[in-house]
């Protein structure tokens, strides 16, 4: 049973190129609509990358702004328990 289904699938293996040779050539029509289509690829690809290089450089400004805000925000609660203190002395 086994070897009945390799033969097959060696056989199905080996007409699958002779299959795949008949096939008519493109036409030139086809043939540009095939070329346009590998040009948007390519440039959504582009811009893809692009946007990914950018991404990091934007979020990585935004983390630095919210260390700077926390910073501030860290010494302003400093600020108020010092003045709490103070007050309860």
Known sequence: MRGGIVVGLVVLGLTAPAQAQTTPPLANADMRELVEAARATAKATRESVEYARVTPD??????????????????????IKDGQRRRNR
């Open 58 to 79: 934007i979020l990585t400004q935004i983390l630095a702004k919210l260390d700077k805000l926390e910073n501030k925000l860290d010494k302003v609660e400093n600020a």
